[in-house]
């Protein structure tokens, strides 16, 4: 298995839309890219961590190519936008990726320039090698998933 980290807004939807894409074996919420020790979502949110609600992202790269993940990830927010994502402001949602490898630094930085191109707009998504990575709250976990499931109790 091959894992990478990417922050793009609310963690919640990020993991939703990565959970949905076949050899994408497993997802975690959770926060990076900062200085502060084992974060709690409070700390987080108080803007002073450093830190980015993240998704750590594990792949079969048998079945999804790494390239295919970026796509992905460029689709699902707007990188142009800094510290924020619609109405998610501060800079735990800004764009990231994180990466393992040089490879998919390589790969990140390749479709990062395509991407500006493409929109005519400088992107702000920073691309770092992967820190430590801090696994948030339960509740967090797969909240989409979790959230529709209970919906479905009370509208059947």
């Known amino acids: 298995m091959e ?3 990417f922050g793009a807004g609310c963690f919640w939807g990020v993991q939703d839309d990565f959970d949905k894409i076949k050899g994408v ?3 975690i919420v959770g926060y990076s890219g900062g200085h502060y020790k084992n974060p709690a979502y409070k700390d987080v949110c108080s803007d002073a961590t450093g830190h980015a609600e993240v998704v750590l992202v594990e792949y079969d790269e048998k079945i999804i190519s790494f390239k295919e993940l970026l796509k992905k990830f460029w689709e699902v927010h707007d990188p142009t936008t800094g510290d924020r994502q619609g109405v998610d402001i501060g800079s735990q949602y800004r764009s990231t990726i994180y990466y393992y490898t040089e ?3 390589k790969e990140a930085m390749e479709s990062k320039n395509k991407k500006e191109k493409e929109l005519k707009k400088k ?10 990575f801090y696994k948030a709250e339960e509740y967090h976990q797969h909240y989409h998933k979790r959230k529709f499931s209970l919906s ?5």
């Open 25 to 27: 074996k497993k997802t």
């Open 123 to 132: 992107i702000t998504t920073e691309i770092k090698k992967a820190k430590e």
């Open 103 to 105: 490879k998919q630094r």
């Open 3 to 5: 894992k990478v980290i």
């Open 152 to 156: 479905k109790l009370f509208f059947m």
